[in-house]
Nanobody
């Protein structure tokens, strides 16, 4: 069974950091582009960051540029999202998802295998 599992969420104060992990089971991640998405209460899901499979090129939504970093460790079958300088508006459920390398992954479309999500809460 193909599955993605997110971990690393939690409660953090504004200005703090978290590192989210996205680990695959049942398949290897190195073939796929991987994206991180988030959904806050009452809001639509949005793409946060994504990384290609072939050259690790990346894309970020404007609101997280300079604060978040996506990177992959194919040996561990894991993609990470390092989140620094967190703000209350970053509070959301964060999901990772996989897309075929030929898809428009960099536009946050074409993702068809999703994890169950991990809660990130930024609050004092």
């Amino acid at each position: 069974q193909l599955q993605l599992v997110e971990s690393g969420g939690g409660l953090v104060q504004p200005g703090g950091s978290l590192r989210l992990s996205c680990t695959a089971s049942g398949f290897t991640l190195d073939y796929y582009a991987i994206g991180w998405f988030r959904q806050a209460p009452g809001k639509e899901r949005e793409g946060v960051s994504c990384i290609s499979s072939y050259d690790s090129s990346t894309n970020y939504t404007d609101s997280v540029k300079g604060r978040f970093t996506i990177f992959r460790d194919d040996a561990k079958n894991t993609v990470y999202l390092q989140m620094n300088s967190l703000k209350p508006e970053d509070t959301a459920v964060y999901y990772c998802a996989a897309a075929e390398p030929w898809s428009s992954w960099y536009l946050f479309v074409g993702y068809d295998c999703w994890g169950q999500g991990t809660q990130v809460t930024v609050s004092s």
